[in-house]
Nanobody, 120 residues
Framework: QVEVVESGGGLVQPGGSLGLNCTAS????????TSWHRQIPLKARELVAR???????TYAEFAKGRFTISRNDATKTVNLQMNSLTSEDTAVYYC??????????????WGKGIQVTVSP
């Protein structure tokens, strides 16, 4: 059974930094393209950043210059470092990952999400 879990969220002051981790566990062959998304109440879930298997990255406009996504295939984690946080970054952050579960099967998984609150 595969599980994707986010960690590292919490409360941070405006201007502060926070690092989120996405860890995949269970039986699978490899981690594919993985992305972080966020959702603010009453708004649609939006892409924050994405990283491919080769390390190529994509960022939402609001994340450019402030957020950094990285991956460590040895530890099966994808990290999102967030700097210069503002109250507008307050949201539930979700990890989405594509896991190769066999030679011919790739499945998409979502984590349950983790709260990030930016407040004085």
């Amino acid at each position: 059974q595969v599980e994707v879990v986010e960690s590292g969220g919490g409360l941070v002051q405006p201007g502060g930094s926070l690092g989120l981790n996405c860890t995949a566990s269970g039986t699978f062959v490899s981690i594919g393209t993985t992305s972080w998304h966020r959702q603010i109440p009453l708004k649609a879930r939006e892409l924050v950043a994405r990283i491919s298997t080769t390390g190529s990255t994509t960022y939402a406009e609001f994340a450019k210059g402030r957020f950094t996504i990285s991956r460590n295939d040895a530890t099966k984690t994808v990290n999102l470092q967030m700097n210069s946080l503002t109250s507008e970054d307050t949201a539930v952050y979700y990890c989405n990952t594509n896991l190769r579960t066999s030679a011919s099967v790739i499945k998409n998984y979502w984590g349950k999400g983790i709260q990030v609150t930016v407040s004085p």
